[in-house]
């Protein structure tokens, strides 16, 4: 049961623009039944869990409707209204019984942190991030929502273009865990 932190980014590593917008991601052209898609991923995949903004983003782009059928955690220290029947809970709880929590309603799949970036990086610092997994956009943004802002050493463990996007496929190196490279 993997934690993957599973987004797309652009090129200069933001992703959404500073106002949340995801427009510049949202028009670029992807072949859903292809490499390292969503669907795919997401098959894999028994519990969510995403931060405040981005749950906001979802709710305004699936205009109010919840459409994730996993089990999902929300971080906010706010009381944010969730779709009526949304397996959808909002916590301010420790990361580390987020994630055991996760766990235990997964049913044996693996997790997916959505985002945004600093939710992956706490997942990391705590030791609980095993894979990142970015779709690179052929756009630069300048500034906005940061990719994942820490200080990590990652592997490469597979790489594809799926149209528009270059896709990698990064497993997290563990403090201490040593490396093969020379
Ligand atoms: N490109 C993509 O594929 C992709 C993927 C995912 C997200 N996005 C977008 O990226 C943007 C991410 O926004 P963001 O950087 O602001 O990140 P975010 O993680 O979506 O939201 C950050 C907020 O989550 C809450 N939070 C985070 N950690 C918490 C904790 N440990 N305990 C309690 N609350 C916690 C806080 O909100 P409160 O103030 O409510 O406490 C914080 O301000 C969004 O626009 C989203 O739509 C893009």
């Not at 969503?38 to 749950?55: D, H, N, R």
């Not at 983003?57 to 969730?82: C, F, I, K, N």
């Amino acid at each position: 049961m993997a934690t993957h932190y599973f987004t797309a980014s652009s090129l200069d590593g933001f992703i959404a623009t500073a106002e949340h917008s995801l427009d510049w991601l949202l028009s670029q052209d992807i072949d859903l039944e292809g490499p390292m898609a969503y669907p795919a991923f997401e098959k894999s995949i028994g519990a969510l869990v995403m931060g405040a903004s981005t749950f906001e983003w979802v709710m305004r782009h699936e205009e109010g409707r919840w459409t994730y059928t996993q089990p999902t955690w929300v971080l906010s220290h706010r009381d944010l209204a969730v779709p009526a029947g949304a397996d959808v809970r909002v916590t301010s709880a420790d990361i580390r019984d987020v994630h055991s929590a996760m766990l235990d309603a997964a049913g044996g799949k693996d997790l997916w942190v959505v985002g945004g970036g600093d939710l992956a990086g706490q997942f990391a610092d705590a030791g609980l991030l095993d894979e990142v997994w970015v779709q690179y956009a052929p756009v630069t943004l300048g500034s906005g929502a940061p990719l994942l802002p820490r200080r990590l050493d990652l592997e490469l463990i597979e790489v594809a273009r799926n149209r528009s996007f270059l896709c990698g496929r990064y497993r997290v190196a563990r403090p201490g865990a040593g490396s093969s490279a020379p």
